[in-house]
Nanobody, 127 residues
């Protein structure tokens, strides 16, 4: 129903910045709540950030709070993740995710809440 295409990953030195984009096609983008997740080798996919359909209520994992900023431009069918002050522990494959469901509470921050996923983009932070 919706296809998600990520871009913007790459290699950056610790302390640097990177901006990820997630372009959506299909059903009206504004119908979806969106999120970013990441997965390092040998680890579970973990929550990074989520943003409401309106884009005014972002939420962040403690590990990225104050450094990452999630945003969306519904007119451009695109979600962004601005990553600043990157650390080596931020190294992972970052995934864009979307959901139509209206969940409530902490379950909204779990990967199981999301119905659609992008292919992932590699972010590598060197020390």
């Amino acid at each position: 129903q919706v296809q998600l295409v990520e871009s913007g990953g790459g290699l950056v030195q610790a302390g640097g910045s990177l901006r990820l984009s997630c372009a959506a096609s299909g059903r009206t983008f504004s119908s979806y709540a969106m999120g970013w997740f990441r997965q390092a080798p040998g680890k579970e996919r973990e929550f990074v950030s989520t943003i409401t359909r309106s884009g005014i209520a972002p939420y962040y994992a403690d590990s990225v709070k104050g450094r990452f900023t999630i945003s969306r431009d519904n007119a451009k069918n695109t979600m962004y993740l601005q990553m600043n002050t990157l650390k080596p522990e931020d190294t992972a494959v970052y995934y864009c995710a979307a959901r139509l469901n209206y969940c409530v509470g902490s379950v909204c921050y779990a990967k199981e809440a999301y119905e659609y996923w992008g292919q992932g983009t590699q972010v590598t932070v060197s020390s």
